[in-house]
């Protein structure tokens, strides 16, 4: 079977190893283990890194059965911005171009949605062609850039968007199915699209495959922490990701500030980090160790209590299940977020954490783990248990792999 996936904002295959797989990386791997043949398209420009793979129309054979073609595009600097939404078009343009040369046919294919105009170059014309198309949406565009506006704007700022969203839901209609993350975010998908639904509709997890460090590995790891004053005598409570509009940290200062004997580590980078570092200046018990790769997560994993996941309670996150909230069910970690909705349903109906608000506030969550060790085990029992039961990297991405081949079989 040949499959097509289109799938930008991610690291590549041919990035440095440190990259974190994400859908691209591990459909593929999946997909080639297999023995099906996989056609990756992507964008040159690196969003994690803001920095450029090529600087043109590029192709990378990984293997006998993986190719990565990179579609050039302009680039940016900042997460929001004009600059991303002239990139993102330029893509598309240079997208259309290439797929213009194309002369081979995939079996099925697996675009990945945002953004939306590369994908609905990608969909139509695999639809002209009568290849078999999911649809993998892991964000509401264009809904999600109306929310950020002020209420009286928001009328205005659709008004702006209004070709956005002719072009979204005309791609979710005309493709042969979706896939989403969440339950919600697939009823959003049908509601906003007006679509129909489909057998080809289905939920898989955004997850991750476990590891484990070799022993001189995880020794590395430790000493590192240890030089960072980060030990397993200490409560330490973690927040692992990119610092951005996306996330509130006032009440994660607040609980910092009453339970000082608890250590806040807060890693990554990102447009907000320096103020979220302004925010905490006068926190000892608060430790910024700046971007961390998947060994030293693993490592910090095991002499940590719980994670923070501080999501602003908007559409995007309410409907969803970030990847956050499955590392913390892989790692054994209960969850402290203020997310309703489907995080909120999750973390009550399995007793995997705490949903913290202004009356039950994030200190007293924390300060009742510390305080009952039992409690804590049952959760860290609870969040092991569901991840192997619903989020298991194998079974999602082996179910993923047999959705497809259904797919091209049916065409």
Same mark, same amino acid.
């Given at each position: 079977?040949?499959?097509?996936?289109?799938?930008?904002?991610e690291?590549?295959?041919?990035?440095e190893?440190s990259?974190r797989?994400?859908r691209?990386?591990?459909?593929?791997?999946?997909?080639?283990?297999?023995g099906?043949n996989?056609?990756?398209?992507?964008?040159?420009f690196?969003?994690?890194?803001k920095r450029?793979?090529?600087?043109?129309y590029a192709v990378?054979?990984?293997?006998?059965?993986?190719?990565?073609r990179?579609?050039?595009s302009?680039?940016?600097?900042?997460?929001?911005g004009?600059?991303r939404?002239?990139?993102?078009a330029?893509?598309a343009?240079?997208?259309r171009?290439?797929?213009k040369?194309?002369?081979?046919?995939p079996?099925?294919?697996?675009v990945?949605?945002?953004?939306?105009?590369?994908?609905?170059?990608?969909?139509?014309?695999?639809?002209?062609?009568?290849?078999p198309?999911i649809?993998?949406?892991?964000?509401?565009w264009?809904?999600?850039f109306?929310?950020?506006?002020?209420?009286?704007l928001?009328?205005f700022?659709?008004?702006l968007?209004?070709?956005?969203?002719?072009?979204?839901k005309?791609?979710?209609?005309?493709v042969d199915g979706i896939s989403?993350m969440?339950?919600?975010?697939?009823d959003?998908?049908?509601?906003?699209?007006n679509?129909?639904?489909?057998?080809?509709?289905r939920v898989?997890?955004?997850?991750?495959?476990?590891? #484990?460090?070799?022993?001189?590995? !995880? %020794?590395a790891?430790? @000493?590192?922490? &240890?030089k960072?004053?980060?030990?397993?005598d200490?409560?330490?409570i973690?927040?692992?990701?990119?610092?951005?509009?996306?996330?509130?940290?006032?009440?994660?200062y607040?609980?910092?500030?009453l339970?000082?004997d608890?250590?806040?580590?807060?890693c990554?980078?990102?447009?907000?980090?320096?103020?979220?570092?302004?925010?905490m200046?006068?926190?000892?018990n608060?430790?910024?160790p700046?971007?961390?790769?998947?060994?030293?997560?693993?490592?910090?994993?095991g002499?940590s209590?719980?994670?923070l996941?501080?999501y602003?309670?908007?559409?995007?996150f309410?409907?969803n299940?970030p990847n956050?909230?499955?590392?913390?069910l892989m790692?054994?970690?209960?969850?402290?977020?203020p997310?309703?909705g489907?995080?909120?349903?999750?973390?009550?109906d399995?007793?995997?954490?705490?949903t913290?608000? #202004?009356?039950n506030?994030?200190a !007293? %969550?924390?300060?009742? @783990?510390?305080? &009952?060790s039992?409690?804590h085990?049952?959760?860290?029992?609870?969040a092991?248990?569901?991840?192997?039961?619903?989020?298991?990297?194998?079974?999602?991405?082996?179910?993923?792999?047999?959705?497809?081949?259904s797919?091209?079989?049916?065409?």
């Open positions: 079977m040949n499959v097509w996936i289109l799938q930008t904002g690291p590549l295959h041919c990035d190893e990259a797989p994400m691209a990386i591990n459909l593929s791997n999946k997909l080639t283990d297999a099906h996989v056609v990756l398209w992507s964008s040159s690196y969003h994690q890194k450029h793979r090529s600087r043109r990378h054979k990984i293997s006998r059965r993986l190719e990565i990179l579609i050039h302009l680039g940016y600097k900042k997460h929001i004009i600059v939404v002239i990139d993102h330029h893509l343009w240079n997208l171009a290439a797929l040369k194309e002369k081979t046919i079996d099925v294919a697996f990945g949605y945002p953004p939306i105009e590369a994908s609905a170059i990608m969909s139509n014309w695999l639809k002209n062609k009568g290849v198309t649809l993998d949406v892991k964000d509401l264009p809904s999600i109306v929310d950020v506006f002020p209420r009286v928001r009328p700022a659709r008004f968007l209004y070709p956005y969203f002719v072009l979204a005309k791609t979710m209609k005309e989403t969440s339950q919600g975010f697939l959003w998908c049908l509601n906003f699209s679509r129909y639904p489909s057998e080809n509709d898989f997890r955004l997850t991750t495959l476990s590891m #484990d460090l070799e022993f001189k590995k !995880s %020794c790891e430790r @000493l590192y922490w &240890d960072m004053g980060v030990t397993s200490d409560a330490n973690i927040f692992v990701g990119t610092f951005s509009t996306a996330f509130d940290f006032e009440q994660v607040i609980a910092a500030k339970v000082k608890c250590h806040f580590i807060l990554g980078h990102g447009p907000c980090l320096s103020r979220t570092k302004d925010m200046r006068d926190l000892p608060v430790i910024f700046g971007w961390i790769d998947a060994s030293q997560l693993k490592s910090l994993s002499i209590i719980a994670t996941a501080p602003k309670n908007v559409e995007n309410t409907l299940i956050k909230i499955v590392d913390s790692f054994g970690l209960p969850i402290l977020s997310l309703k489907e995080v909120k349903s999750l973390i009550s399995n007793k995997v954490g705490f913290y608000d #202004d009356k506030t994030l !007293s %969550c924390i300060q009742t @783990l510390v305080a &009952d039992k409690l085990g049952e959760m860290s029992i609870n092991k248990n569901l991840y192997k039961d619903k989020f298991e990297f194998n079974k999602v991405y082996d179910g993923l792999v047999n959705h497809l081949e797919m091209a079989a049916g065409k």
